[in-house]
């Protein structure tokens, strides 16, 4: 046999060797792997920012080489007079791509109750919005995270609701943006109140955004975040009924025991809901204690959320 000829059955011996276990290793790679992709949330940095120690600009970066995340969720409170800065987007847009980061929505708030039941004011609230759909659009994000706030009994705020969610719907759906509500007190934390409300604007572009922190329907104070909470909505119950509209997820944290457990919510319990749901979409990180530094609340919910995740 001549020196190519068994040269040339040896590297077919090989590539056959390799072919049959190429698959089991595949299949052993994607079975360590979360079901669905950890992004980072930027409210998990709201002190640093605030403080200036950090911008805006400097968090697709910081998101990639500290904690490896590649998919980032932004906080318009962050660049609020940016919305339509094309140079400012630009910018941003360009860390992304040298940093290979993908941008997945904007959270909005501040910018009026799409849910007031005075038409005017509605209008405008949704008229405010507009600019963070381009913004949105501009930074190749998938939705933007809005709240479906109102004064009123709940019907009425409902009702306005569903028709602010829907005009805002109009304008984002020709930039294929996604409108998402988050449960962020009051009417929004009831599960079926709120679920009510999306299917009443009974458009796939419109949907929830859950978060596993925020379930307080009514407090004493009658504020959305002050004050002690009279009643609450079952965090567990809320998930599970939202997650066939839910278009992501915020993974809230704020304590952890010894075993780097979350102590507020059961992530084992929560995840069993989302993964039988069918989900495969972003779980953002969004730690808000006050014990942990920032740095080590992210990265403590990022490896409690690998480790759910391949449960």
């Not at 600009?57 to 998919?71: H, Q």
Request: overall charge neutral; glycine content about 8%.
């Amino acid at each position: 046999m001549s020196l190519s000829r068994r040269h040339f059955l040896h590297q077919a011996a090989a590539v056959a060797a390799t072919a049959a276990v190429a698959p089991a290793a595949i299949a052993r790679e994607l079975a360590s792997q979360p079901f669905f992709e950890i992004s980072l949330a930027e409210w998990s940095l709201h002190k640093a920012l605030f403080s200036k120690q950090i911008t805006n600009l400097d968090f697709p970066a910081l998101s990639r080489k500290n904690y490896g995340i590649s998919v980032v969720e932004y906080v318009n409170q962050f660049f609020k007079d940016k919305a339509q800065d094309t140079a400012y987007l630009n910018d941003l847009l360009q860390r992304c791509r040298d940093n290979g980061v993908r941008n997945h929505l904007i959270m909005i708030d501040g910018e009026g109750d799409l849910g007031a039941p005075n038409q005017a004011e509605r209008l405008k609230a949704v008229e405010n919005h507009y600019k963070w759909v381009d913004a949105a659009k501009h930074l190749g994000c998938l939705s933007i995270r809005v709240n479906a706030f109102g004064k009123g009994t709940a019907a009425e705020v409902q009702q306005a609701a569903v028709e602010g969610l829907g005009r805002l719907n109009e304008y984002a759906q020709k930039a294929n943006i996604n409108v998402i509500v988050e449960n962020h007190g009051s009417y929004t934390s009831d599960g079926q109140w709120l679920l009510k409300t999306i299917r009443e604007v009974d458009k796939k572009s419109v949907g929830i955004l859950p978060d596993f922190g925020n379930f307080c329907v009514r407090r004493d104070t009658g504020e959305l975040y002050q004050g002690t909470c009279l009643e609450s909505y079952d965090k567990y119950k809320a998930v599970k009924e939202w997650m066939p509209v839910a278009k992501g997820v915020s993974a809230k944290t704020f304590e952890f025991d010894a075993a780097g457990n979350c102590v507020e919510t059961d992530y084992y319990k929560m995840f069993r809901i989302i993964k039988e749901s069918g989900f495969k979409g972003y779980v953002g990180i969004e730690y808000e204690g006050e014990k942990l530094s920032e740095d080590e609340g992210i990265r403590k919910t990022k490896a409690l959320l690998e480790k759910v995740g391949r449960a």
